[in-house]
């Protein structure tokens, strides 16, 4: 199982296991990470989902939908790692990722 | 309950008999002092179910599970918005995004996202705050009010011509068109006053074409549409006639919703007062208690959904009353609990999911500290009883209060 790595909004980090297939946002959401708001459930259309990705594996991500770049306009610190984490599926090849959730 | 012969016709045939109920949701819930608790008795039934009378006066379906609501929210495919509800008054024009599916959905919704995002919202702060304010004091020596008719319906009107860059010299013929959009016994009369307001947003409009002057008014006529060309007069009219009605009958219904629990709480009144870091998540639980709106669609494909099978054309109820009291999501669903920190769908879900929720918020949140900085004890005097109404929200229309100073 893939494991994810959360780091929240005041430094706290934890591991979590990922099943592949399921979004970041789903996983951390099904794991108590409540501070990811994730309002709207995962339709790519409240930008409060929004992580900023260990820049290690920001290459190793999907291409940013023209949806999703609208969206993280209206971030409130948006920066080049910036992804909506419903948008990214987990999978073996993302095995140790670190996520940071992004103030909204 | 018994289904009469006249009723049976009108019950399509997909519809197996022993999921339809002889109910009109609203009239259901209004027949309870509290209508929320029509909630419990629903989730002693079946999950999905027809009713004859279930959302804008038509049968359809009801879904009364936080989970099926959610997942109906995340499938506009099937569960579409696409409609022109005030086609029958004669107006050409849809409400811009919300009748709207997919994907042309969000070709409209990005261009107001940034008006209405957490950054943009905290700047609305003042104008929100110095409205609690000048509302607040034209009642607060007096230690009791209406509370509805003296602060709760007027504020929205405040609100959105403040932050629309209205004069004030409309805010009387406002407050008479939003009490007779919300409040009029006779529908004509109520159509009378939408066709008010919308010819008056047309002039607005029109005057703001010539010069803006405000960032919204800017940013909505020079927005342009795919990044090809700027919104035709239709859209805007859609767009600005969205604003005034979304933050309506529901902010006001909130506040009553709001006021009327604390005013049966003072021990949560008090700990609010001393620690008011408490009151964002109050809110959030009092949201979820009370949601206001209760949406509906409309089946666009064919779904078998939950083991129903839905036809094309069917309509379906998005029972948040229910949904949000819902003991399989959450414990104790009736009781309000501020440690809860509970997800919510009083905002919807999915592409829809309300584009003023973070405004809804922090007007809620400046609304209650408000309150409670300045007046202690609230209570209904003895003897008296909210009224309220069901349908497309759910609203207090009265509710009685004194306080005592802080």
């Excluded at chain 1, 190793?60 to 969206?71: F, H, I, N, R, T």
């Excluded at chain 2, 009723?7 to 002092?33: C, W």
């Excluded at chain 2, 009291?325 to 959450?330: M, N, S």
Aim: charged share 25%; aromatic share 8%; with cysteine.
């Amino acid at each position: 199982m893939p494991t994810l790595i959360v780091i929240g909004q005041a430094g706290d980090e934890r591991s979590i296991d990922g099943e592949s297939g399921q979004s970041l946002m789903q996983i951390m959401r099904d794991n108590g990470v409540n501070e990811l708001q994730a309002l709207c459930g995962g339709a790519c259309s409240c930008a409060t989902c929004h992580v900023w990705i260990d820049p290690a594996f920001v290459s190793l991500l999907p291409a940013m939908s023209g949806q999703e770049d609208d969206m993280l306009a209206c971030a409130a610190e948006r920066h080049p790692n910036s992804r909506l984490s419903c948008q990214l599926k987990m999978s073996e090849k993302l095995d140790g990722i670190r996520v940071t959730v992004a103030p909204i | 309950m018994s289904v009469t012969q006249q009723q049976k016709q009108t019950i399509p045939d997909h519809v197996p008999a022993e999921l339809v109920r002889d109910m009109d949701i609203n009239t259901y819930a209004a027949s309870f002092g509290d209508p929320y608790e029509a909630a419990a008795r629903l989730h002693e039934g079946p999950d999905i179910f027809w009713a004859t009378t279930a959302a804008n006066g038509r049968p359809g379906w009801v879904l009364t599970r936080q989970a099926l609501v959610q997942e109906a929210y995340l499938d506009p495919e099937h569960f579409s918005s696409e409609r022109a509800d005030l086609a029958a008054m004669g107006i050409s024009w849809k409400l811009n995004p919300l009748e709207f599916d997919p994907p042309e959905h969000h070709k409209y919704r990005r261009l107001l996202n940034p008006l209405f995002s957490p950054r943009a919202v905290a700047e609305m702060d003042s104008p929100v705050k110095a409205v609690c304010d000048e509302l607040l004091n034209a009642i607060v020596e007096c230690g009791s009010c209406e509370f509805i008719g003296d602060f709760a319906e007027k504020f929205p009107s405040y609100i959105f011509l403040d932050l629309m860059g209205m004069p004030r010299e409309m805010l009387p013929e406002f407050l008479e068109w939003e009490r007779l959009l919300l409040r009029a016994e006779d529908p004509r009369q109520k159509v009378a006053a939408m066709m008010s307001v919308f010819n008056f947003l047309q002039k607005f409009i029109d005057e703001q074409r010539i010069e803006p002057t405000t960032e919204l008014m800017k940013t909505i006529l020079s927005a342009k549409y795919e990044d090809e060309r700027l919104l035709s007069n239709d859209e805007v009219m859609g767009m600005v006639a969205l604003l005034y009605i979304g933050g309506l009958d529901t902010v006001f219904s909130m506040l009553g919703w709001i006021f009327r629990h604390l005013a049966g709480d003072v021990q949560l009144q008090d700990r609010l007062r001393a620690n008011p870091e408490l009151i964002p998540q109050a809110v959030e639980e009092f949201l979820r208690a009370y949601p206001v709106a209760q949406p509906h669609r409309k089946i666009k494909h064919e779904i078998e959904f939950h083991g129903v099978k839905m036809r094309k054309g069917d309509h379906v109820l998005m029972a948040t009353f229910a949904a949000n009291r819902d003991p399989r999501a959450y414990d104790n669903p009736h009781i309000v609990d501020i440690e809860r920190k509970p997800r919510l769908l009083t905002f919807a879900a999915g592409p829809h999911l309300c584009l003023g929720i973070h405004l809804a918020r922090r007007e809620l949140r400046i609304v209650v500290e408000a309150f409670l900085a300045r007046c202690k004890n609230i209570r209904m005097p003895a003897g008296e009883k909210i009224e309220f109404h069901t349908g497309g929200t759910w609203g207090i229309d009265r509710l009685a209060l004194e306080w005592d100073p802080v």
